[in-house]
Protein backbone atom coordinates (compact mmCIF):
# COMPACT_ATOMS: atom_id res chain seq x y z
CA UNK A 1 0.00 0.00 0.00
CA UNK A 2 1.09 3.40 -0.83
CA UNK A 3 2.70 5.61 2.22
CA UNK A 4 1.63 8.90 2.69
CA UNK A 5 3.00 12.13 4.25
CA UNK A 6 1.08 13.59 6.47
CA UNK A 7 0.57 17.70 6.70
CA UNK A 8 -1.80 19.92 8.40
CA UNK A 9 -2.34 22.39 6.20
CA UNK A 10 -4.01 26.15 5.98
CA UNK A 11 -2.16 28.59 4.20
CA UNK A 12 -4.12 31.88 4.55
CA UNK A 13 -1.23 34.20 2.48
CA UNK A 14 -0.09 34.44 -0.99
CA UNK A 15 3.53 33.55 -2.06
CA UNK A 16 4.92 32.74 -5.56
CA UNK A 17 4.68 28.78 -6.58
CA UNK A 18 6.52 27.11 -8.65
CA UNK A 19 4.43 24.60 -10.43
CA UNK A 20 4.91 20.91 -10.01
CA UNK A 21 3.42 17.90 -10.87
CA UNK A 22 1.80 16.91 -7.49
CA UNK A 23 -0.57 14.24 -5.69
CA UNK A 24 -2.61 14.88 -2.76
CA UNK A 25 -5.61 13.91 -0.61
CA UNK A 26 -7.41 16.50 1.33
CA UNK A 27 -9.27 15.08 4.26
CA UNK A 28 -12.13 16.01 6.75
CA UNK A 29 -12.60 14.38 10.13
CA UNK A 30 -15.26 12.25 10.14
CA UNK A 31 -16.52 13.29 6.62
CA UNK A 32 -17.20 11.69 3.10
CA UNK A 33 -16.07 14.00 0.26
CA UNK A 34 -18.70 13.45 -2.80
CA UNK A 35 -19.54 15.68 -5.92
CA UNK A 36 -16.12 16.96 -6.42
CA UNK A 37 -15.64 19.69 -8.59
CA UNK A 38 -12.25 21.36 -10.18
CA UNK A 39 -11.96 24.72 -11.47
CA UNK A 40 -9.06 27.03 -12.64
CA UNK A 41 -8.89 30.56 -11.20
CA UNK A 42 -8.06 33.14 -13.68
CA UNK A 43 -6.91 35.76 -12.06
CA UNK A 44 -3.02 35.14 -12.39
CA UNK A 45 -2.11 33.41 -9.76
CA UNK A 46 -2.48 29.73 -11.61
CA UNK A 47 -4.49 28.81 -8.07
CA UNK A 48 -7.61 26.46 -8.71
CA UNK A 49 -11.02 26.09 -7.00
CA UNK A 50 -12.29 22.55 -5.39
CA UNK A 51 -16.15 22.16 -5.09
CA UNK A 52 -17.56 19.72 -3.04
CA UNK A 53 -20.15 18.33 -0.83
CA UNK A 54 -19.02 16.97 2.85
CA UNK A 55 -21.37 14.37 4.18
CA UNK A 56 -21.68 12.61 7.75
CA UNK A 57 -21.24 8.90 8.19
CA UNK A 58 -24.51 7.82 7.32
CA UNK A 59 -24.67 10.49 4.15
CA UNK A 60 -28.14 12.11 5.59
CA UNK A 61 -26.59 15.90 6.49
CA UNK A 62 -23.39 17.37 4.32
CA UNK A 63 -21.78 20.82 3.78
CA UNK A 64 -21.56 22.11 0.66
CA UNK A 65 -17.50 22.93 0.96
CA UNK A 66 -15.06 25.47 -1.52
CA UNK A 67 -11.00 25.14 -1.20
CA UNK A 68 -8.62 26.91 -3.17
CA UNK A 69 -5.47 25.32 -3.70
CA UNK A 70 -2.35 26.77 -5.47
CA UNK A 71 -0.14 25.04 -8.30
CA UNK A 72 1.46 22.76 -6.13
CA UNK A 73 -0.75 21.43 -4.38
CA UNK A 74 -1.41 23.44 -0.99
CA UNK A 75 -4.64 24.62 0.27
CA UNK A 76 -5.01 28.37 0.88
CA UNK A 77 -8.45 28.82 2.12
CA UNK A 78 -11.14 26.43 2.98
CA UNK A 79 -15.07 27.31 3.86
CA UNK A 80 -18.06 25.83 4.35
CA UNK A 81 -21.49 27.22 3.65
CA UNK A 82 -24.68 27.47 5.24
CA UNK A 83 -28.29 29.74 5.00
CA UNK A 84 -30.64 29.53 8.34
CA UNK A 85 -33.78 29.05 5.66
CA UNK A 86 -32.56 26.82 3.75
CA UNK A 87 -30.77 23.52 6.20
CA UNK A 88 -29.68 21.60 2.90
CA UNK A 89 -27.02 23.91 0.00
CA UNK A 90 -25.40 21.07 -2.20
CA UNK A 91 -22.95 22.76 -4.49
CA UNK A 92 -23.26 20.87 -7.91
CA UNK A 93 -20.39 23.16 -10.49
CA UNK A 94 -18.57 25.73 -10.16
CA UNK A 95 -17.39 28.50 -12.78
CA UNK A 96 -15.00 31.08 -12.40
CA UNK A 97 -15.04 34.67 -13.58
CA UNK A 98 -11.35 36.46 -12.90
CA UNK A 99 -11.86 37.26 -8.96
CA UNK A 100 -15.01 35.53 -8.44
CA UNK A 101 -16.22 32.04 -8.29
CA UNK A 102 -20.47 31.12 -9.25
CA UNK A 103 -21.68 28.43 -7.84
CA UNK A 104 -24.68 26.01 -8.58
CA UNK A 105 -26.63 23.22 -7.08
CA UNK A 106 -29.90 23.21 -5.02
CA UNK A 107 -31.37 24.76 -1.59
CA UNK A 108 -33.64 22.65 0.32
CA UNK A 109 -36.40 23.67 2.89
CA UNK A 110 -37.19 22.30 5.57
CA UNK A 111 -39.80 19.77 4.05
CA UNK A 112 -37.15 19.01 1.39
CA UNK A 113 -38.35 21.19 -1.11
CA UNK A 114 -35.43 22.17 -3.71
CA UNK A 115 -34.65 24.87 -5.65
CA UNK A 116 -31.73 25.99 -8.01
CA UNK A 117 -29.55 28.45 -6.87
CA UNK A 118 -26.28 30.73 -7.72
CA UNK A 119 -23.54 32.28 -5.93
CA UNK A 120 -21.15 34.48 -6.57
CA UNK A 121 -18.34 33.99 -4.03
CA UNK A 122 -14.88 35.93 -3.56
CA UNK A 123 -12.38 34.38 -5.16
CA UNK A 124 -9.69 35.90 -2.58
CA UNK A 125 -11.28 34.31 0.65
CA UNK A 126 -14.29 33.11 -0.22
CA UNK A 127 -16.71 35.31 1.48
CA UNK A 128 -20.16 35.25 -0.56
CA UNK A 129 -21.49 38.52 -2.44
CA UNK A 130 -24.37 37.74 -3.99
CA UNK A 131 -26.78 34.85 -4.07
CA UNK A 132 -30.66 33.88 -5.05
CA UNK A 133 -32.62 31.10 -5.43
CA UNK A 134 -34.76 29.72 -8.33
CA UNK A 135 -38.38 28.06 -8.79
CA UNK A 136 -38.52 27.18 -12.06
CA UNK A 137 -42.25 27.85 -13.44
CA UNK A 138 -43.95 27.62 -9.81
CA UNK A 139 -43.03 27.30 -6.25
CA UNK A 140 -44.22 23.68 -6.53
CA UNK A 141 -41.51 22.29 -8.55
CA UNK A 142 -38.45 20.90 -7.08
CA UNK A 143 -35.18 21.94 -8.95
CA UNK A 144 -31.85 21.73 -9.13
CA UNK A 145 -28.65 22.86 -11.44
CA UNK A 146 -26.06 20.52 -12.44
CA UNK A 147 -23.65 22.84 -14.55
CA UNK A 148 -23.18 26.64 -14.53
CA UNK A 149 -20.85 28.46 -17.30
CA UNK A 150 -20.52 32.37 -18.34
CA UNK A 151 -21.32 34.32 -21.38
CA UNK A 152 -21.09 37.26 -23.09
CA UNK A 153 -23.79 35.90 -25.74
CA UNK A 154 -26.44 39.26 -26.67
CA UNK A 155 -29.33 37.49 -24.89
CA UNK A 156 -32.05 40.01 -25.90
CA UNK A 157 -31.43 40.82 -29.51
CA UNK A 158 -30.66 44.10 -29.49
CA UNK A 159 -26.86 43.37 -30.84
CA UNK A 160 -25.54 44.12 -27.32
CA UNK A 161 -23.87 41.85 -25.63
CA UNK A 162 -25.19 40.87 -21.84
CA UNK A 163 -22.45 39.29 -19.63
CA UNK A 164 -24.14 37.27 -17.54
CA UNK A 165 -24.56 33.08 -16.46
CA UNK A 166 -26.53 29.73 -18.29
CA UNK A 167 -27.85 27.76 -15.44
CA UNK A 168 -28.68 23.76 -16.54
CA UNK A 169 -30.31 21.55 -14.34
CA UNK A 170 -33.59 19.41 -13.63
CA UNK A 171 -36.67 20.15 -12.18
CA UNK A 172 -40.19 18.53 -11.58
CA UNK A 173 -42.39 16.68 -9.17
CA UNK A 174 -40.22 14.63 -7.14
CA UNK A 175 -37.53 15.72 -4.17
CA UNK A 176 -35.09 13.29 -4.84
CA UNK A 177 -33.75 12.47 -8.22
CA UNK A 178 -35.50 9.75 -9.87
CA UNK A 179 -35.36 8.18 -12.91
CA UNK A 180 -39.19 6.83 -12.23
CA UNK A 181 -41.08 9.83 -11.42
CA UNK A 182 -44.21 10.88 -12.90
CA UNK A 183 -42.75 14.66 -14.40
CA UNK A 184 -38.79 15.04 -14.81
CA UNK A 185 -37.98 18.17 -17.14
CA UNK A 186 -34.76 19.94 -18.21
CA UNK A 187 -34.08 23.59 -18.07
CA UNK A 188 -31.94 26.14 -19.05
CA UNK A 189 -31.55 29.35 -17.06
CA UNK A 190 -30.03 32.83 -18.61
CA UNK A 191 -29.34 35.31 -15.98
CA UNK A 192 -27.19 38.81 -16.21
CA UNK A 193 -23.97 39.53 -14.01
CA UNK A 194 -26.17 40.46 -11.51
CA UNK A 195 -27.85 36.77 -11.39
CA UNK A 196 -31.21 37.97 -12.19
CA UNK A 197 -33.39 36.07 -15.09
CA UNK A 198 -33.23 37.32 -18.49
CA UNK A 199 -34.71 34.36 -19.93
CA UNK A 200 -35.68 31.01 -19.02
CA UNK A 201 -37.06 27.75 -20.98
CA UNK A 202 -37.76 24.02 -20.43
CA UNK A 203 -36.61 20.53 -22.03
CA UNK A 204 -38.65 17.47 -22.77
CA UNK A 205 -39.90 14.54 -24.35
CA UNK A 206 -44.03 14.52 -24.20
CA UNK A 207 -44.23 11.02 -25.81
CA UNK A 208 -43.07 8.40 -22.73
CA UNK A 209 -45.27 6.21 -21.13
CA UNK A 210 -47.02 8.49 -18.35
CA UNK A 211 -45.84 6.95 -14.86
CA UNK A 212 -43.76 4.46 -16.15
CA UNK A 213 -40.42 6.54 -17.06
CA UNK A 214 -39.86 10.24 -17.57
CA UNK A 215 -35.82 11.36 -17.68
CA UNK A 216 -35.97 14.32 -19.38
CA UNK A 217 -32.63 16.66 -18.08
CA UNK A 218 -29.86 19.12 -18.83
CA UNK A 219 -26.55 18.45 -17.72
CA UNK A 220 -23.97 20.16 -19.50
CA UNK A 221 -23.69 23.38 -21.96
CA UNK A 222 -21.23 24.56 -24.71
CA UNK A 223 -20.99 27.69 -26.33
CA UNK A 224 -20.40 27.78 -30.08
CA UNK A 225 -20.44 30.92 -32.30
CA UNK A 226 -24.44 30.03 -33.04
CA UNK A 227 -25.75 29.00 -29.83
CA UNK A 228 -25.67 26.83 -26.77
CA UNK A 229 -25.21 23.15 -27.55
CA UNK A 230 -27.10 21.12 -24.82
CA UNK A 231 -26.73 17.63 -23.28
CA UNK A 232 -28.06 14.98 -20.44
CA UNK A 233 -31.11 12.44 -21.38
CA UNK A 234 -34.15 12.62 -22.99
CA UNK A 235 -37.01 9.47 -22.75
CA UNK A 236 -37.94 8.06 -26.14
CA UNK A 237 -38.78 4.96 -27.57
CA UNK A 238 -37.64 2.74 -29.92
CA UNK A 239 -40.21 -0.08 -29.56
CA UNK A 240 -43.61 1.46 -29.10
CA UNK A 241 -44.43 1.38 -25.59
CA UNK A 242 -41.42 0.72 -24.44
CA UNK A 243 -39.46 3.96 -22.42
CA UNK A 244 -35.26 4.39 -22.76
CA UNK A 245 -33.21 7.02 -21.42
CA UNK A 246 -31.90 8.34 -25.31
CA UNK A 247 -28.65 10.87 -25.38
CA UNK A 248 -29.68 14.44 -25.61
CA UNK A 249 -28.03 16.63 -28.59
CA UNK A 250 -30.13 19.36 -28.90
CA UNK A 251 -29.02 23.40 -30.19
CA UNK A 252 -30.71 26.73 -29.21
CA UNK A 253 -29.64 29.86 -30.16
CA UNK A 254 -28.89 32.63 -27.70
CA UNK A 255 -32.18 33.77 -26.90
CA UNK A 256 -33.23 30.21 -25.97
CA UNK A 257 -35.04 29.56 -29.22
CA UNK A 258 -34.29 25.60 -30.83
CA UNK A 259 -31.98 25.58 -33.76
CA UNK A 260 -31.69 21.62 -34.24
CA UNK A 261 -32.03 18.36 -32.38
CA UNK A 262 -30.30 15.02 -33.32
CA UNK A 263 -31.24 13.36 -30.28
CA UNK A 264 -30.96 9.59 -30.14
CA UNK A 265 -31.28 5.91 -28.50
CA UNK A 266 -27.97 4.26 -28.68
CA UNK A 267 -28.90 0.76 -26.77
CA UNK A 268 -31.03 -0.25 -23.93
CA UNK A 269 -32.12 1.59 -21.28
CA UNK A 270 -30.02 4.10 -20.24
CA UNK A 271 -27.69 6.33 -22.15
CA UNK A 272 -26.42 9.80 -21.61
CA UNK A 273 -24.40 12.10 -23.23
CA UNK A 274 -22.49 14.41 -20.37
CA UNK A 275 -19.82 16.71 -22.18
CA UNK A 276 -19.09 18.89 -25.68
CA UNK A 277 -16.06 20.23 -26.95
CA UNK A 278 -16.52 22.63 -30.29
CA UNK A 279 -13.80 22.53 -32.60
CA UNK A 280 -13.79 25.91 -34.31
CA UNK A 281 -11.33 25.14 -37.46
CA UNK A 282 -13.77 22.26 -38.06
CA UNK A 283 -16.85 23.73 -36.85
CA UNK A 284 -17.94 20.28 -35.72
CA UNK A 285 -19.02 19.54 -32.34
CA UNK A 286 -17.57 16.66 -30.19
CA UNK A 287 -20.39 14.99 -27.85
CA UNK A 288 -19.26 12.65 -24.98
CA UNK A 289 -21.68 9.96 -24.08
CA UNK A 290 -21.62 7.38 -21.80
CA UNK A 291 -23.91 3.73 -23.21
CA UNK A 292 -25.22 1.39 -20.56
CA UNK A 293 -25.11 -1.43 -23.32
CA UNK A 294 -21.26 -0.99 -23.81
CA UNK A 295 -20.23 0.01 -20.43
CA UNK A 296 -17.83 2.28 -21.45
CA UNK A 297 -18.16 5.69 -23.63
CA UNK A 298 -17.67 6.99 -27.16
CA UNK A 299 -17.48 10.33 -29.42
CA UNK A 300 -20.76 11.98 -31.76
CA UNK A 301 -19.26 14.49 -34.10
CA UNK A 302 -21.61 17.14 -34.99
CA UNK A 303 -22.10 19.86 -37.78
CA UNK A 304 -22.59 23.00 -35.48
CA UNK A 305 -24.51 24.75 -37.95
CA UNK A 306 -27.05 21.95 -38.76
CA UNK A 307 -26.23 19.18 -36.33
CA UNK A 308 -25.85 16.79 -38.71
CA UNK A 309 -23.88 13.56 -37.19
CA UNK A 310 -20.63 13.02 -39.11
CA UNK A 311 -20.86 8.88 -40.27
CA UNK A 312 -16.87 8.77 -38.58
CA UNK A 313 -18.29 9.08 -34.94
CA UNK A 314 -17.45 5.62 -33.02
CA UNK A 315 -17.72 4.34 -29.56
CA UNK A 316 -15.34 2.05 -27.56
CA UNK A 317 -15.80 -1.65 -25.92
CA UNK A 318 -13.37 -2.98 -23.53
CA UNK A 319 -12.53 -5.83 -21.85
CA UNK A 320 -12.81 -4.95 -18.23
CA UNK A 321 -15.60 -2.66 -19.00
CA UNK A 322 -17.73 -0.23 -16.80
CA UNK A 323 -15.12 2.76 -17.49
CA UNK A 324 -17.47 5.62 -18.20
CA UNK A 325 -16.31 8.81 -19.64
CA UNK A 326 -16.80 12.58 -17.49
CA UNK A 327 -14.86 15.06 -19.46
CA UNK A 328 -13.99 15.97 -22.74
CA UNK A 329 -11.44 18.64 -24.27
CA UNK A 330 -8.68 19.37 -26.76
CA UNK A 331 -5.02 17.81 -26.03
CA UNK A 332 -2.35 20.12 -25.12
CA UNK A 333 0.15 17.97 -26.56
CA UNK A 334 -1.45 18.06 -30.24
CA UNK A 335 -4.33 20.20 -31.56
CA UNK A 336 -5.51 17.52 -33.66
CA UNK A 337 -6.04 15.31 -31.11
CA UNK A 338 -8.93 15.28 -28.09
CA UNK A 339 -8.09 13.99 -24.18
CA UNK A 340 -11.34 12.31 -22.38
CA UNK A 341 -11.22 11.82 -18.82
CA UNK A 342 -13.69 9.49 -16.68
CA UNK A 343 -13.75 7.09 -13.97
CA UNK A 344 -12.99 3.33 -13.51
CA UNK A 345 -15.82 2.24 -11.75
CA UNK A 346 -14.05 -1.51 -10.76
CA UNK A 347 -10.29 -2.22 -10.73
CA UNK A 348 -8.20 -4.89 -8.66
CA UNK A 349 -4.34 -4.39 -8.51
CA UNK A 350 -1.15 -5.42 -6.55
CA UNK A 351 0.34 -2.64 -4.75
CA UNK A 352 4.38 -2.47 -4.12
CA UNK A 353 4.11 -3.62 -1.34
CA UNK A 354 1.94 -7.05 -2.85
CA UNK A 355 -0.97 -5.81 -1.03
CA UNK A 356 -4.25 -6.52 -2.88
CA UNK A 357 -6.20 -3.25 -3.73
CA UNK A 358 -9.51 -2.13 -5.05
CA UNK A 359 -10.75 1.16 -6.81
CA UNK A 360 -13.84 3.09 -7.55
CA UNK A 361 -13.48 6.13 -9.50
CA UNK A 362 -10.13 5.85 -10.20
CA UNK A 363 -9.08 8.98 -12.93
CA UNK A 364 -8.35 7.76 -16.52
CA UNK A 365 -7.21 9.87 -19.56
CA UNK A 366 -7.18 8.65 -23.25
CA UNK A 367 -6.15 10.62 -26.06
CA UNK A 368 -8.12 10.26 -29.83
CA UNK A 369 -7.40 11.80 -33.12
CA UNK A 370 -10.10 14.02 -34.01
CA UNK A 371 -10.61 13.23 -37.46
CA UNK A 372 -10.71 8.94 -37.02
CA UNK A 373 -11.22 8.44 -33.35
CA UNK A 374 -8.20 6.08 -33.56
CA UNK A 375 -6.43 6.39 -29.63
CA UNK A 376 -2.94 8.20 -30.08
CA UNK A 377 -0.16 8.14 -27.59
CA UNK A 378 -0.73 5.62 -23.99
CA UNK A 379 -4.01 5.53 -21.92
CA UNK A 380 -3.93 6.25 -18.23
CA UNK A 381 -5.27 5.50 -15.15
CA UNK A 382 -4.46 6.86 -11.86
CA UNK A 383 -5.00 3.77 -9.03
CA UNK A 384 -6.47 5.09 -5.31
CA UNK A 385 -8.29 2.51 -2.90
CA UNK A 386 -11.78 3.48 -2.50
CA UNK A 387 -15.27 2.32 -2.79
CA UNK A 388 -18.05 4.65 -3.41
CA UNK A 389 -20.16 5.26 0.21
CA UNK A 390 -23.97 4.85 -0.32
CA UNK A 391 -26.33 4.88 -0.48
CA UNK A 392 -26.90 8.47 -2.47
CA UNK A 393 -28.95 9.73 -5.15
CA UNK A 394 -25.70 10.93 -6.76
CA UNK A 395 -23.88 8.09 -6.06
CA UNK A 396 -21.82 7.15 -9.33
CA UNK A 397 -22.27 3.39 -9.44
CA UNK A 398 -25.93 3.69 -7.69
CA UNK A 399 -27.06 1.87 -11.20
CA UNK A 400 -24.82 0.48 -13.91
CA UNK A 401 -23.81 4.08 -14.48
CA UNK A 402 -23.70 7.28 -13.73
CA UNK A 403 -27.31 8.26 -14.93
CA UNK A 404 -27.51 12.06 -14.42
CA UNK A 405 -24.70 13.61 -12.71
CA UNK A 406 -21.03 14.14 -13.93
CA UNK A 407 -19.19 17.02 -12.36
CA UNK A 408 -16.38 18.81 -14.23
CA UNK A 409 -13.44 15.99 -12.92
CA UNK A 410 -10.58 17.76 -15.40
CA UNK A 411 -9.27 20.38 -16.95
CA UNK A 412 -6.34 21.51 -18.35
CA UNK A 413 -4.08 24.49 -17.57
CA UNK A 414 -1.42 26.36 -18.81
CA UNK A 415 1.14 28.15 -16.45
CA UNK A 416 1.00 31.71 -16.50
CA UNK A 417 4.81 32.18 -16.23
CA UNK A 418 4.68 29.68 -19.42
CA UNK A 419 6.79 26.60 -17.53
CA UNK A 420 4.47 24.29 -18.65
CA UNK A 421 0.95 22.34 -18.92
CA UNK A 422 -0.89 20.44 -16.32
CA UNK A 423 -4.01 18.68 -16.06
CA UNK A 424 -5.50 18.40 -12.85
CA UNK A 425 -7.62 16.13 -11.34
CA UNK A 426 -9.98 15.27 -9.19
CA UNK A 427 -10.57 11.59 -7.42
CA UNK A 428 -11.94 10.03 -4.60
CA UNK A 429 -10.19 8.26 -1.97
CA UNK A 430 -10.96 5.79 1.22
CA UNK A 431 -8.51 6.63 3.83
CA UNK A 432 -7.65 4.59 6.70
CA UNK A 433 -10.24 5.83 8.58
CA UNK A 434 -13.33 4.71 6.29
CA UNK A 435 -13.76 8.29 5.24
CA UNK A 436 -13.68 9.32 1.83
CA UNK A 437 -10.76 11.93 0.45
CA UNK A 438 -10.57 14.25 -2.41
CA UNK A 439 -8.32 13.05 -3.88
CA UNK A 440 -6.02 15.91 -5.86
CA UNK A 441 -3.39 15.59 -8.87
CA UNK A 442 -1.69 17.25 -11.53
CA UNK A 443 0.24 15.87 -14.29
CA UNK A 444 2.31 16.74 -16.96
CA UNK A 445 1.70 16.86 -20.75
CA UNK A 446 3.14 13.29 -20.72
CA UNK A 447 0.59 12.38 -18.45
CA UNK A 448 2.66 10.33 -16.08
CA UNK A 449 2.07 10.12 -12.96
CA UNK A 450 4.91 8.68 -9.95
CA UNK A 451 2.59 7.65 -8.31
CA UNK A 452 0.42 4.17 -9.19
CA UNK A 453 -0.78 4.22 -12.94
CA UNK A 454 -1.32 1.59 -15.92
CA UNK A 455 -2.45 1.54 -19.34
CA UNK A 456 -5.65 0.09 -20.68
CA UNK A 457 -6.49 -1.27 -24.20
CA UNK A 458 -9.40 -0.03 -25.92
CA UNK A 459 -11.49 -1.22 -29.21
CA UNK A 460 -12.72 1.57 -31.39
CA UNK A 461 -16.35 1.00 -32.82
CA UNK A 462 -18.62 3.37 -35.79
CA UNK A 463 -21.81 4.46 -33.75
CA UNK A 464 -25.23 3.44 -34.71
CA UNK A 465 -28.23 4.89 -33.14
CA UNK A 466 -32.01 5.60 -34.11
CA UNK A 467 -33.20 9.31 -33.40
CA UNK A 468 -35.59 10.68 -31.15
CA UNK A 469 -36.74 14.14 -30.37
CA UNK A 470 -37.39 16.74 -27.81
CA UNK A 471 -39.35 19.70 -27.32
CA UNK A 472 -38.41 22.83 -25.73
CA UNK A 473 -40.70 26.00 -24.73
CA UNK A 474 -39.89 29.47 -22.53
CA UNK A 475 -41.07 29.98 -19.17
CA UNK A 476 -40.88 32.02 -15.74
CA UNK A 477 -39.38 31.41 -13.27
CA UNK A 478 -39.22 33.00 -9.95
CA UNK A 479 -36.69 34.44 -7.49
CA UNK A 480 -35.66 35.02 -4.03
CA UNK A 481 -32.61 36.06 -1.94
CA UNK A 482 -30.30 33.50 -0.30
CA UNK A 483 -28.54 34.58 3.00
CA UNK A 484 -25.66 32.35 2.92
CA UNK A 485 -22.55 32.64 5.09
CA UNK A 486 -19.14 31.23 4.71
CA UNK A 487 -17.45 29.79 7.76
CA UNK A 488 -13.53 28.75 7.10
CA UNK A 489 -12.83 24.86 8.52
CA UNK A 490 -9.72 22.68 8.81
CA UNK A 491 -8.55 19.96 6.46
CA UNK A 492 -5.87 17.67 6.57
CA UNK A 493 -3.44 16.96 3.35
CA UNK A 494 -1.55 13.96 2.58
CA UNK A 495 0.48 14.24 -0.01
CA UNK A 496 1.68 11.12 -1.86
CA UNK A 497 4.58 9.39 -1.71
CA UNK A 498 5.72 6.90 -4.53
CA UNK A 499 7.99 4.24 -2.26
CA UNK A 500 5.68 1.80 -2.24
CA UNK A 501 4.01 2.62 -5.53
CA UNK A 502 3.71 0.17 -8.66
CA UNK A 503 4.42 2.16 -11.93
CA UNK A 504 3.80 1.23 -15.77
CA UNK A 505 7.72 1.20 -16.30
CA UNK A 506 7.38 4.28 -18.42
CA UNK A 507 9.27 6.79 -16.14
CA UNK A 508 13.30 5.61 -15.74
CA UNK A 509 14.15 4.49 -12.03
CA UNK A 510 15.29 7.28 -10.20
CA UNK A 511 16.75 6.66 -6.62
CA UNK A 512 18.10 8.92 -3.45
CA UNK A 513 20.54 8.24 -1.50
CA UNK A 514 20.94 8.80 1.29
CA UNK A 515 17.38 9.59 2.39
CA UNK A 516 16.68 10.80 5.17
CA UNK A 517 20.21 13.18 4.16
CA UNK A 518 22.37 15.67 6.18
CA UNK A 519 25.04 17.24 4.11
CA UNK A 520 24.01 15.64 0.41
CA UNK A 521 22.11 13.83 -1.13
CA UNK A 522 23.31 11.55 -4.59
CA UNK A 523 20.41 11.07 -7.61
CA UNK A 524 20.90 7.50 -9.40
CA UNK A 525 18.86 7.60 -12.68
CA UNK A 526 19.02 7.17 -16.39
CA UNK A 527 18.01 10.91 -18.64
CA UNK A 528 18.60 13.39 -15.90
CA UNK A 529 18.60 17.17 -16.97
CA UNK A 530 17.74 19.42 -14.06
CA UNK A 531 16.16 19.82 -10.50
CA UNK A 532 14.24 21.42 -8.20
CA UNK A 533 14.64 21.61 -4.30
CA UNK A 534 11.19 22.74 -2.94
CA UNK A 535 9.82 22.62 0.67
CA UNK A 536 6.38 21.40 1.84
CA UNK A 537 4.66 24.96 0.80
CA UNK A 538 6.22 24.94 -2.54
CA UNK A 539 9.14 27.32 -2.48
CA UNK A 540 12.20 27.05 -4.70
CA UNK A 541 15.33 26.26 -2.02
CA UNK A 542 17.79 25.20 -4.77
CA UNK A 543 17.91 24.55 -8.21
CA UNK A 544 20.62 23.20 -10.89
CA UNK A 545 21.69 20.78 -13.68
CA UNK A 546 21.79 17.10 -12.59
CA UNK A 547 23.15 13.80 -14.25
CA UNK A 548 23.28 10.44 -12.50
CA UNK A 549 25.67 10.18 -9.29
CA UNK A 550 25.76 13.79 -9.08
CA UNK A 551 25.75 14.70 -5.45
CA UNK A 552 23.22 17.50 -4.46
CA UNK A 553 24.66 19.61 -1.39
CA UNK A 554 22.21 20.24 1.25
CA UNK A 555 25.04 22.15 3.52
CA UNK A 556 22.41 25.24 3.13
CA UNK A 557 19.04 23.54 3.84
CA UNK A 558 17.26 23.47 7.27
CA UNK A 559 15.87 20.48 8.83
CA UNK A 560 12.42 19.59 7.57
CA UNK A 561 10.25 17.16 4.57
CA UNK A 562 11.27 18.31 1.05
CA UNK A 563 10.40 17.74 -2.29
CA UNK A 564 12.52 16.98 -5.17
CA UNK A 565 11.34 17.99 -8.67
CA UNK A 566 13.68 16.21 -11.40
CA UNK A 567 13.47 16.87 -14.96
CA UNK A 568 14.64 14.34 -17.84
CA UNK A 569 16.12 15.25 -20.79
CA UNK A 570 12.60 14.53 -23.14
CA UNK A 571 11.13 17.06 -20.74
CA UNK A 572 8.94 14.67 -18.32
CA UNK A 573 8.92 15.47 -14.63
CA UNK A 574 9.47 12.81 -11.55
CA UNK A 575 8.47 13.88 -7.89
CA UNK A 576 10.96 12.26 -5.04
CA UNK A 577 10.14 13.49 -1.25
CA UNK A 578 13.33 14.27 0.06
CA UNK A 579 13.85 14.29 4.40
CA UNK A 580 16.49 16.62 5.69
CA UNK A 581 17.83 16.08 9.03
Given at each position: ?26 E ?13 I ?19 T ?7 M??A ?15 E ?9 V ?10 D ?6 T ?12 L ?31 S??G ?9 C ?30 N ?5 G ?23 T ?24 W ?10 D ?33 A ?86 E ?21 T ?52 S ?24 QE ?14 P ?12 V ?11 L ?12 L ?11 V ?8 Q ?7 I ?6
Open positions: MKTTLFLFSISLFSLTIYSQPFQTNVVANGFYHDINIETNDLSNDFAIAANIFDTNFTQLMAIHRNAGTIQWSNTYTDAVFPVRVLDVVNVDKIYATGYVAGSGKRSFIAEIQASNGAVNAHFYDIVNPGFNSQGFKIVQTNSDANNDTVDPFLVVGLFGAQTTDISCALNIGFVLRTDMNLAPIWTIELENNSTATFDFDFINDITETPTGFFLTGSIGQVTPGVDQQGVLAYKIDFLGNPLDQSYIFGNSQVSVDAYYDSNSQQIFMLCNYSQTHYFGVTKLADTGVIDPGSWFLTGNDLNTYAFRIMESFNNPNTLLISGYDRDESWVDGSNNPQFGQTNVFVHEFNKNTGAITGGTRQYLVPHVEHGPEFNFWGFQQPVIYYPDISLPYLNDGSGTYLYHAGYRTTPNSTTAAELFAVPGSMDNECVNLDKSLTLQPLVFNIIGTTGHVTPSMGTLQLVASPFNVRICDDTLAVSDNELAIKLYPNPASQHYVYGMDLSSYHLDSLGRVVLTGTSSGENISLSTVSGVYFLKILRDGRYTKKLIVK
